[in-house]
């Protein structure tokens, strides 16, 4: 986060201001459960919201859209009020009917959202949920270690010699599936049996050359210098290189993936209307763009780009250069498909060595 920034959102933490409801009045009670991607919001603007509501937060963190679900599907809805999956888990969710509805009206600043990102097929009309940040997900490679060309899926699933067994993958089938996809140009969410063989093989192939499988620890170790490449975030490849690491984040020419997180309004939400004045306070534009600032991604909120620091705006894991690919968002497959591809995903891990 940008030093700037940062002592900006503790200013605003610490400063004097009004307790208000929920619904806009009088003191505020209560607590907010968020079940939340790790090291993704800063604390000092949780810290500011309890300080404007006397809303009390609390906080659990997961590392993949995967582990979120199986969490909520194992007991856990009813105790969280909010959670911020990524565009196809919303789908997924609101199918399963894990997600609460959003009234018209019900938000008073739902009128901030970008177009673009508002009438999304993954949750038309904004019923369930609100943009929180979205950006992409490729590689990146330490440059002391390997010069060559980088904007190839190669990289990661049939490597150059200089990379192979130094290379994390992210703890999250969805995506590497996605790449593995894209890198051998089929479609997702294929019940084609040679299309499924192909994945199986590929993916069998490359796993000798990674050496870890881990989204919480990605950064860390391409920092550390613990692997020289790692699948990743695009605002964690950016804190990276910002943290003095000779990284570069690519753009393969294969593809790869685009992703937008969202806040949803879970159902049975203990806390619902300081739900609801979460999502309110998170769609104004000098709190999300702290939110940007500190995870080094976008947001989807008008007015929101206009306060993000300047070195943000112009890096290069923020802005894709004019000669990249567009980027593909997951798709919400079916039940039957997401199975198959779940039993591709444990075959990997179980050959691995490693737990799912």
């Known amino acids: 986060m940008n030093r700037t920034a940062a002592a900006a959102?503790?200013?605003?933490?610490?400063?004097?201001?009004?307790?208000?409801?929920?619904?806009?009045?009088?003191?505020?009670?209560?607590?907010?459960?968020?079940?939340?991607?790790?090291?993704?919001?800063?604390?000092?603007?949780?810290?500011?919201?309890?300080?404007?509501?006397?809303?009390?937060?609390?906080?659990?963190?997961?590392?993949?859209n995967a582990e979120m679900l199986a969490s909520l599907q194992a007991g856990g809805l009813?105790?969280?009020?909010?959670?911020?999956?990524?565009?196809?888990?919303?789908?997924?969710?609101?199918?399963?009917?894990?997600?609460?509805?959003?009234?018209?009206?019900e938000l008073t600043n739902a009128g901030n959202i970008e177009a673009r990102w508002m009438d999304v097929s993954y949750d038309p009309g904004r019923r369930h949920s609100i943009p929180y940040q979205w950006g992409t997900t490729s590689f990146a490679v330490n440059r002391d270690v390997y010069a060559g060309d980088i904007d190839t899926t190669a990289i990661l699933f049939d490597p150059p010699v200089a990379l192979r067994g130094r290379i994390n993958v992210l703890e999250d089938r969805r995506e590497v599936l996605l790449l593995a996809s894209l890198h051998l140009g089929i479609p997702q969410c294929t019940t084609d049996p040679?299309?499924?063989?192909?994945?199986?093989?590929?993916?069998?192939?490359?796993?000798?050359?990674?050496?870890?499988?881990?989204?919480?620890?990605?950064?860390?170790?391409?920092?550390s210098g613990a692997v020289a490449a790692s699948m990743i975030y695009n605002g964690e490849a950016a804190q990276a290189r910002e943290a003095g690491a000779n990284v570069e984040y690519a753009y393969p020419r294969e593809g790869f993936v685009t992703w937008m997180d969202n806040v949803v309004l879970l159902q049975d939400a203990p806390?619902?209307?300081?739900?609801?004045?979460?999502?309110?306070?998170?769609?104004?534009?000098?709190?999300?763009?702290?939110?940007?600032?500190?995870?080094?991604?976008?947001?989807?909120?008008?007015?929101?780009?206009?306060?993000?620091?300047?070195?943000?705006?112009?890096?290069?894991?923020?802005?894709?250069?004019?000669?990249?690919?567009?980027?593909?968002?997951?798709?919400?497959?079916?039940?039957?498909?997401?199975?198959?591809?779940?039993?591709?995903?444990?075959?990997?891990?179980?050959?691995?060595?490693?737990?799912?």
């Not at 299309?195 to 050359?209: K, T």
């Open 271 to 356: 806390n619902r209307a300081n739900a609801i004045r979460f999502m309110d306070f998170l769609l104004e534009p000098e709190n999300i763009a702290a939110v940007s600032d500190y995870v080094r991604s976008a947001a989807g909120v008008e007015g929101a780009d206009a306060l993000l620091d300047e070195e943000l705006k112009s890096s290069p894991e923020y802005a894709p250069p004019a000669d990249a690919p567009p980027g593909t968002f997951v798709a919400a497959c079916d039940p039957e498909t997401r199975a198959l591809y779940d039993g591709l995903w444990t075959r990997l891990r179980d050959r691995a060595g490693v737990p799912k």
């Open 78 to 105: 009813g105790s969280y009020d909010v959670a911020v999956p990524s565009e196809y888990m919303v789908r997924i969710m609101a199918d399963e009917g894990m997600l609460d509805e959003i009234s018209p009206g």
């Open 194 to 223: 040679e299309h499924l063989q192909a994945l199986d093989a590929l993916l069998q192939g490359a796993r000798q050359h990674w050496a870890s499988f881990g989204s919480e620890t990605a950064k860390d170790a391409l920092e």
């Open 9 to 64: 959102v503790v200013a605003l933490a610490l400063a004097p201001c009004a307790s208000l409801s929920a619904e806009g009045g009088g003191p505020a009670a209560g607590r907010l459960s968020i079940y939340h991607w790790f090291d993704y919001i800063p604390q000092q603007l949780l810290d500011r919201f309890s300080a404007e509501t006397g809303i009390e937060v609390s906080m659990d963190v997961y590392e993949s």
